[in-house]
């Protein structure tokens, strides 16, 4: 079974640039529901990040596999 799903978090303004790896952040919290139900990640990709004064708000998607 498979699930494609967007995720959209908040940072630290500055925290991330668009051009560095997804793999680069800690994304485990970010999944933790979706794997309690057997889903791995198969895939990740970059969708948005808005860059505001104070924060940084980053959007991905990602494809999921139940295992």
Request: glycine share 6%; charged share 20%; aromatic share 8%.
């Amino acid at each position: 079974m498979q699930k494609i799903i967007t995720i959209g978090f908040e940072m630290g303004a500055g925290a991330w640039h668009p051009s560095a790896s997804l793999y680069n952040l800690d994304l485990t919290d970010k999944f933790e529901e979706y794997i309690k139900e057997g889903y791995h990640v198969n895939t990740i990709a970059h969708l948005q990040t808005i860059d505001l004064p104070n924060k940084q708000i980053i959007q991905i998607v990602a494809h999921l596999e139940r295992r």
